[in-house]
Antibody, heavy 126, light 106 residues
């Protein structure tokens, strides 16, 4: 059974940092591209970041709105995905989901989210 | 980035009704569109991918159609458990989502 389990969320002050983790199991993690997607309270879904199956530096992307504050990474040996967040703002308050990408075709599409974790809540507030 | 516009934003229908949700893309995305269902307090769940392909184990009352810039999600006979918010998602470019359609059962 495919499982994605996020952790690391919590309450952080504006300007602070947080590192989210996503533990994957039930599939060959190193074969799949992954996304982070967030959802502010009562709002819709927003793509945050993408990383290729290998995690190479030339195949990592971020939403423009993040302006270099977030860093995605993965450790295929540990079946884990990470999101390092710096300079956090109130508007970063959201549930953060990791999601596996299915149907990915290199150079054609970015894949759809065939499995999602349960999410981890990040609250940025003083 | 490609903008996705869903309509309607909210929808109220009765059990057994046929329901249609529309998603329009600001430019052509071929068939790289997925639909998700999200129940309150839960993670989204994929229903349809590549515009019309039904994800495994999803009931056959759900169907998707369209290509280019116009897409629809149809529920042929609404069930009580279909009360949820539905999102479209284009994955032909940096991904973007529609704003969601909240479906309520009368």
């Amino acid at each position: 059974e495919v499982q994605l389990v996020e952790s690391g969320g919590g309450l952080v002050q504006p300007g602070g940092s947080l590192r989210l983790s996503c533990a994957a199991s039930g599939f060959t993690f190193s074969n799949y591209e992954m996304n982070w997607v967030r959802q502010a309270p009562g709002k819709g879904l927003e793509w945050v970041s993408y990383i290729s199956s290998s995690g190479g530096g030339d195949t990592i992307y971020y939403a423009d709105s993040l302006k270099g504050r977030f860093t995605i990474s993965r450790d295929n040996a540990k079946n884990s995905l990470y999101l390092q967040m710096h300079s956090l703002r109130a508007e970063d308050t959201a549930i953060y989901y990791c999601a596996r990408l299915g149907g990915y075709i290199y150079g054609v599409n970015w894949g759809y989210h065939d499995y999602w974790g349960q999410g981890t809540l990040v609250t940025v507030s003083s | 980035d490609i903008q996705m516009t869903q309509s309607p934003s909210t929808l109220s229908a009765s059990v057994g009704d046929r329901v249609t949700i529309t998603c329009r893309a600001s430019q052509s995305i071929s068939s790289w569109l997925a639909w998700y269902q999200q129940r309150p307090g839960k993670a989204p769940k994929v229903l349809i991918y590549e515009a019309s392909r039904l994800e495994a184990a999803v009931p056959s009352r759900f169907s998707g159609s369209g290509s280019g810039t116009e897409f629809t999600l149809t529920i042929s006979s609404l069930q009580p458990e279909d009360s949820a918010t539905y999102y479209c998602h284009q994955y032909g470019a940096p991904p973007t989502f529609g704003q969601g359609t909240k479906l309520e059962i009368k």
